[in-house]
């Protein structure tokens, strides 16, 4: 069993049918969601995965979590290949790996209290606290920053950062080891963010979690992330030590997606350079030969159409997947 990493994922993919023959009803296509991806995360850590609407990223939340199947490849859990487990095996190895997601309304049964909804995973797995169910979920609902008397209201009374904290605390209720929290405060307004990014900060400080954080706004990921993957058309680009990848980019998307985060001073937004990639991402049915991303590079030859590059790991800990990375050029 792995001490180093929480939770890694091998070689995965997941393709989903798209398209249908007039005869036969057969799908003609697939839709090439996750595509050959790897990653790690160290125990204790937060591995931050960002990229724009589409690259894959959730799906590979989702594969990661056993919430929808691989077409190929393995996740392991602790060391151990969660990939082929079903039934009671995977019952016992979702304690571990819980997840938050993105909108914290619709992930939240109007028809349930919040105690009800906090305790459910409880339910599912026939977990009985010492202390009782009723005060398990109030303590947790303390510990996020709820008010315990509101144990019987609805998530209707709450405000959105609030609803996320309900999220929150119904991912804690099993003791996991690794939270999955895919775009957590995207939803939310900014002074709202701030609030639920320092909570799980401070979780993870004192329970001593392991975080895949996904978004899109690179600035937040830049807040929490120990490392960060860079996802563009199912594939990573660029990963490595969150310091190392935002201070000096090696692949041109990094450097495109970094240059579109606002510069808060004004003293300094005369040097920042905005980069303004030209054409659309092209479709994850018929990807682009060779490196996905040449249709919107500047950088791109002919050796780029014909050959894929591979990630390659540097001396900083960074691999990134390009023919001219932005340090030798």
Same mark, same amino acid.
């Given at each position: 069993?792995?001490?180093?990493?929480?939770?890694?994922?091998?070689?995965?993919?997941?393709?989903?049918?798209? $398209?249908?023959? @007039?005869? #036969?009803?057969?799908?003609? =296509?697939?839709?090439? %969601?996750?595509?050959? *991806? !790897?990653?790690?995360?160290?125990?204790?850590?937060?591995?931050?995965?960002?990229?724009?609407?589409?690259?894959?990223?959730?799906?590979?939340?989702?594969?990661?979590?056993?919430?929808?199947?691989?077409?190929?490849?393995?996740?392991?859990?602790?060391?151990?290949?969660?990939?082929?487990?079903?039934?009671?095996?995977?019952?016992?190895?979702?304690?571990?790996?819980?997840?938050?997601?993105?909108?914290?309304?619709?992930?939240?049964?109007?028809?349930?209290?919040?105690?009800?909804?906090?305790?459910?995973?409880?339910?599912?797995?026939?977990?009985?606290?010492?202390?009782?169910?009723?005060?398990?979920?109030?303590?947790?609902?303390?510990?996020?920053?709820?008010?315990?008397?509101?144990?019987?209201?609805?998530?209707?009374?709450?405000?959105?950062?609030?609803?996320?904290?309900? $999220?929150?605390? @119904?991912? #804690?209720?099993?003791?996991? =080891?690794?939270?999955? %929290?895919?775009?957590? *405060? !995207?939803?939310?307004?900014?002074?709202?963010?701030?609030?639920?990014?320092?909570?799980?900060?401070?979780?993870?400080?004192?329970?001593?979690?392991?975080?895949?954080?996904?978004?899109?706004?690179?600035?937040?990921?830049?807040?929490?992330?120990?490392?960060?993957?860079?996802?563009?058309?199912?594939?990573?680009?660029?990963?490595?030590?969150?310091?190392?990848?935002?201070?000096?980019?090696?692949?041109?998307?990094?450097?495109?997606?970094?240059?579109?985060?606002?510069?808060?001073?004004?003293?300094?937004?005369?040097?920042?350079?905005?980069?303004?990639?030209?054409?659309?991402?092209?479709?994850?049915?018929?990807?682009?030969?060779?490196?996905?991303?040449?249709?919107?590079?500047?950088?791109?030859?002919?050796?780029?159409?014909?050959?894929?590059?591979?990630?390659?790991?540097?001396?900083?800990? @960074?691999?990134?997947?390009?023919?001219?990375?932005?340090?030798?050029?």
């Amino acid at each position: 069993m792995s001490a180093e990493f929480a939770l890694e994922g091998h070689d995965l993919v997941k393709y989903f049918p798209s $398209g249908s023959s @007039r005869f #036969l009803g057969r799908p003609t =296509s697939n839709v090439r %969601a996750v595509d050959g *991806v !790897s990653f790690s995360v160290r125990t204790g850590s937060t591995l931050g995965v960002v990229g724009e609407s589409g690259c894959g990223k959730s799906t590979l939340a989702r594969v990661a979590t056993r919430l929808i199947e691989p077409t190929s490849g393995r996740v392991l859990l602790d060391g151990v290949d969660i990939t082929r487990a079903s039934g009671a095996e995977l019952r016992v190895a979702r304690r571990k790996i819980q997840m938050i997601f993105q909108d914290p309304y619709s992930s939240l049964n109007p028809r349930h209290s919040v105690g009800q909804i906090i305790g459910a995973p409880l339910q599912v797995q026939k977990i009985s606290p010492a202390q009782g169910e009723k005060r398990r979920v109030q303590e947790l609902m303390e510990l996020v920053g709820l008010n315990p008397e509101h144990y019987n209201r609805y998530p209707h009374e709450f405000s959105g950062g609030q609803r996320q904290r309900i $999220g929150i605390a @119904r991912a #804690l209720v099993l003791d996991p =080891s690794i939270i999955v %929290a895919d775009e957590p *405060v !995207s939803a939310l307004d900014v002074s709202i963010q701030a609030q639920i990014l320092n909570l799980l900060e401070g979780l993870q400080r004192d329970l001593g979690l392991s975080y895949v954080f996904i978004a899109h706004d690179l600035s937040v990921v830049r807040h929490i992330a120990d490392d960060v993957a860079v996802m563009y058309l199912g594939k990573i680009v660029e990963t490595g030590p969150a310091d190392v990848v935002y201070n000096a980019p090696a692949h041109p998307y990094t450097k495109a997606l970094l240059s579109a985060v606002p510069v808060a001073n004004p003293a300094r937004r005369g040097d920042h350079e905005r980069i303004r990639l030209t054409g659309d991402v092209p479709s994850p049915v018929d990807p682009p030969s060779g490196c996905r991303f040449r249709t919107r590079c500047w950088l791109a030859t002919d050796l780029c159409a014909a050959q894929e590059p591979v990630l390659t790991r540097d001396a900083s800990g @960074r691999s990134v997947a390009c023919h001219f990375p932005l340090e030798s050029v």
